[in-house]
């Protein structure tokens, strides 16, 4: 069983900063690529960014290109997003990702971004 930690959500004011970490229980996640996604109340899931095993290639959705930056930390098992410049928009609850021979996701983390 691999289980996948999200950290870092809460509160914070439109154009400020906040960084999720993702934590994976251990070794298993070698090879996968590792993600995010989001989902705001009453709207679907969205993908948000992905990052390859080798960290060699990234992908952002176009409403977060040039505001959200996605890392790993392949000793750590942890994968990161770095958020800046956030809007009300952003507003979701974050899940964390890893896909591979198996998927597995995050319970998730809440991000509120309001004045």
């Known amino acids: 069983q691999v289980q996948l930690v999200e950290s870092g959500g809460g509160l914070v004011q439109p154009g400020g900063s906040l960084r999720l970490s993702c934590a994976a229980s251990?070794?298993?996640?070698?090879?996968?690529?590792m993600g995010w996604f989001r989902q705001a109340p009453g709207k679907e899931r969205e993908f948000v960014a992905r990052?390859?095993?080798?960290?060699?290639?990234?992908y952002y959705a176009d409403s977060v290109k040039g505001r959200f930056t996605i890392s790993r930390d392949n000793a750590k098992n942890t994968v990161y997003l770095q958020m800046n410049s956030l809007k009300p928009e952003d507003t979701a609850v974050y899940y964390c990702?890893?896909?591979?021979?198996?998927?597995?996701w995050g319970q998730g983390t809440q991000v509120t971004v309001s004045s």
């Open positions: 990052i390859t095993w080798s960290g060699g290639s990234t």
């Open positions: 251990g070794r298993t996640c070698t090879g996968y690529a």
């Open positions: 990702t890893a896909t591979g021979a198996y998927d597995y």
